[in-house]
């Protein structure tokens, strides 16, 4: 069993950064695909970015391309996601996610991931 837990996660201004961090305990997280998905309030959960247990490439949904970074370090079993250059629409919830079938998983499809994190508020000031 694998689980998750966010932080990094708080107010910021218009066009500032965070970094969020996903920290795993349990066997295997090095092998997992592991993305980030976010929710604003009265909103579906959306899919923000992606990277397989390699971290031979990453995978991002277009709002977010060019600002934000996903990364991990497998040693210390922890993904990251650096957000820069941060809009009042970045505002939500932030999930980690850990998929097993990251081929599958890939696509953004949030059914597709076997483990979660309890989410980290992000919220961006006008």
């Known amino acids: 069993q694998v689980q998750l837990v966010e932080s990094g996660g708080g107010l910021v201004q218009a066009g500032g950064s965070l970094r969020l961090s996903c920290a795993a305990s349990g066997l295997g997280f090095s092998a997992l695909g592991v993305a980030w998905f976010r929710q604003a309030p009265a909103k579906e959960r959306e899919f923000v970015a992606a990277?397989?247990?390699?971290?031979?490439?990453?995978d991002y949904t277009d709002s977010v391309k060019g600002r934000f970074t996903i990364s991990r370090d497998n040693a210390k079993n922890t993904v990251y996601l650096l957000m820069n250059s941060l809009k009042p629409e970045d505002t939500a919830v932030y999930y980690c996610a850990a998929a097993r079938d990251f081929t599958r998983a890939r696509t953004g499809d949030q059914y597709k991931y076997d483990y979660w994190g309890q989410g980290t508020q992000v919220t961006v000031s006008s």
């Open positions: 990277i397989p247990w390699s971290g031979a490439y990453t």
